[in-house]
């Protein structure tokens, strides 16, 4: 059973990028999916709520800091969640994460705050995460 997030990369200013989230093991679409982000020295504030999506991709939110710019979005089929980043920004380099769980609810109420990183562990499934690194 795994969850994987891949897809970053270097990137310029105002480039793009697509982050997959890929789940072996289980049915990814039998969960919502939220995105989660750390950026470098600011380990003390915790992984940013980035995104979510509900299991059946119809229901999306983002944070502020992103909204406009990232779009979730999945293919149950292939088991898969992408993260489609444009236009992006030095800010936005971090270490992406993906996790699913059973409840959207929880994700979406968590949106655009900070977490402890641990607690990652408390959704039903996480995995390691992809570095992204946008330079100026």
């Known amino acids: 059973v795994q969850l994987q997030a891949s897809g970053g990369g270097l990137v310029r200013d105002g480039g793009s990028l697509r982050l997959s989230c890929a789940a072996s093991?289980?049915?990814?679409?039998?969960?919502?999916i939220g995105w989660f982000r750390q950026a470098p020295g600011k380990e003390r504030d915790g992984v940013e709520v980035?995104?979510?999506?509900?299991?059946?991709?119809?229901?999306?939110y983002y944070a502020n800091s992103v909204k406009g710019r990232f779009t979730t979005s999945r293919d149950n089929a292939k088991n898969t969640v992408y993260l489609q980043m444009n236009s992006l920004k030095p800010e936005d380099t971090a270490v992406y994460y993906c996790?699913?769980?059973?409840?959207?609810?929880?994700?979406?109420?968590?949106?655009?705050?900070?977490?402890?990183?641990?607690?990652?562990?408390?959704?039903?499934?996480w995995g390691q995460g992809t570095q992204v690194t946008v330079s100026s």
């Open positions: 980035v995104s979510c999506i509900s299991s059946s991709g119809g229901s999306t």
């Open positions: 996790a699913a769980d059973a409840s959207f609810g929880t994700l979406a109420t968590m949106i655009g705050g900070y977490i402890p990183k641990r607690e990652l562990y408390q959704f039903d499934y």
């Open positions: 093991g289980f049915t990814l679409g039998d969960y919502a």
